[in-house]
């Protein structure tokens, strides 16, 4: 299945739908762009995984999750700046044969994360 991600906002209990996330892969020293969308009803890529097992390679990457635009587009009032903006992942994939699944539980104050199945 390759690499998946899924947002649930912890604050209201919900799938993150509508939030930005980009994907970037990690290019000699610099992360390169691949990819970004906006999350689903379901708090997913509308477009499936980020990459299928055939695409995935070796390497290091990174998820950025725009969680502070993303809350105020939901109606909390965030301080300025706001305690946390841009969730950055960084994570690597050691076997391109397994399914990662890179899931983000969130809120304006916190967040955490794990490999999923």
Aim: hydrophobic fraction near 40%.
């Amino acid at each position: 299945m390759g690499l998946s991600t899924h947002v649930l906002d912890t604050m209201h209990g919900c799938p993150a739908a509508g939030m930005q996330v980009s994907l970037h892969e990690l290019r000699g020293a610099a992360y390169a762009h691949v990819k970004s969308f906006t999350l689903n009803a379901d708090g997913r890529n509308p477009d499936g995984p980020l990459y299928d097992n055939a695409s995935l390679k070796i390497g290091r990457y990174r998820l950025s999750f725009d969680v502070a635009a993303y809350f105020q587009s939901k109606g909390v009032a965030l301080p300025e700046p706001a305690f946390l903006e841009i969730v950055n992942l960084d994570f690597g994939i050691a076997h391109a044969d397994q399914h990662y699944h890179v899931p983000l539980l969130c809120s304006p104050w916190s967040y955490s994360t794990y490999r999923g199945s």
